[in-house]
């Protein structure tokens, strides 16, 4: 049977502290808004203060709904899985507000040698209901590791960024300053902007002239083991070779087929105009 808790219980604490992925819903006031479901997973992001607030480091990505719909009303459920050990659901109800990069409540959770490459906002929640239940539907799988293709993405981005020079001007301070073309404020602008129900999305991060000082991800994060990864998939790879070469014996075998079928065809046309031309060559001789 399901529980409810006024803040999160101790041992719960402990067990969310050990997932890997977690899950963040949140909706607009419009009911013809659309519902939004996040999955969130690079290690290091998601944090517990104590038992009622919680926070988390956003992440750049296509979309922006998380952010425009708490800026709206600022409801958000956190919802966490157990796929090893003992089936397990627990969902964090709260009220969520987001404070963007640039800002000083930003600097205040997220120090420049803690910052994820891409990282747009921290996410703070004030949980005032916890919910867990069995989780017996819920399929047990294998965690392998946390993929590198975001961070990696995101620090060529900002790469990008830090190559224009600060502003040079007052005007140009307040402006935003310059930004790359192929640059992470650029993608900012371009797909942060609004959400796809046209509430606002990033007000400051994609304007403000601070800059992205981040080090070089590799040093805190996880790479993930190419060969362990080709190893944990080798019988995937062997499987999928096998069935390319079954269809490529079909596929000559075809081939021989079609050749053949062709080759009877033409031996057939040849004879039929051969006897055509020798009926016709007969009844000439006739008229002779």
Known sequence: MGQFFDSIPEDLILWIRKQEVFWVATAPLSPDGHVNVSSKGVKGTFHVVDGNRVWYQDLSGSGIETISHLR???RI?????????????ARLFGKGVSYEFGTPEYDQYIPTSERLPGSRAVIVIDVHKVGTSCGWGVPLYKFVSHRPTLNSWASK????????PP????EELQN?????DRGMKRFWRLFNAQSIDGLDGLLVANVTPKRAESGDWKASSEKVDLKQLMGVHKEKQVNLKTARSVVDVGRMNLQ???GILIGMMLHAFLARVGYFGLHVRQISNSFL
Do not use: H, V
């Not at 981005?157 to 224009?164: G, Q, S, T, Y």
């Open 72 to 74: 709206e009303n600022g």
């Open 77 to 89: 459920t956190i919802l966490f899985n157990a796929f090893e050990g003992g089936p397990k659901i």
């Open 157 to 164: 981005f900002e790469a990008k960024d830090l190559a224009i």
């Open 176 to 180: 935003g300053g310059k930004i790359a």
């Open 167 to 170: 502003p040079a001007s007052p």
């Open 256 to 258: 021989l087929l079609i």
